[in-house]
Nanobody, 124 residues
């Protein structure tokens, strides 16, 4: 069973940066593909970024491509989301998730474990 804890959210002005971190508990962390999702008030949870279990493959939503970077450190059981040039539309609760799958996963139902989320607020 994988437990995930996000951190690094906060309030930032438009154009600023934040780095989110997701700490995983299980020693089997390196076998999981990892993803970041976000959910704004009144909206569906949406895919943000994906990274394969070794970190060799990444995939991004069009809305964040070129601004966000996902990475992982399997030795530290951590996955990161570097967010640059943030915009007010990036405001949401951000969740990390783990998928026991070798396929690229961009939908929530493909993920097996979820964190509690961290709030990101971007002011204009």
């Amino acid at each position: 069973h994988e437990q995930l804890v996000e951190s690094g959210g906060g309030l930032v002005q438009a154009g600023g940066s934040l780095r989110l971190s997701c700490a995983a508990s299980a020693r089997t962390f390196s076998r999981y593909s990892m993803g970041w999702f976000r959910q704004a008030p009144g909206k569906e949870r949406e895919f943000v970024a994906y990274i394969s279990w070794r970190g060799g493959n990444t995939y991004y939503a069009d809305s964040v491509k070129g601004r966000f970077t996902i990475s992982r450190d399997n030795a530290k059981n951590t996955v990161l989301l570097q967010m640059n040039t943030l915009q007010p539309e990036d405001t949401a609760v951000y969740y990390c998730a783990a998928a026991d799958s070798s396929l690229i996963a961009t939908t929530a139902y493909e993920y097996d474990y979820w964190g509690q989320g961290t709030q990101v607020t971007v002011s204009s």
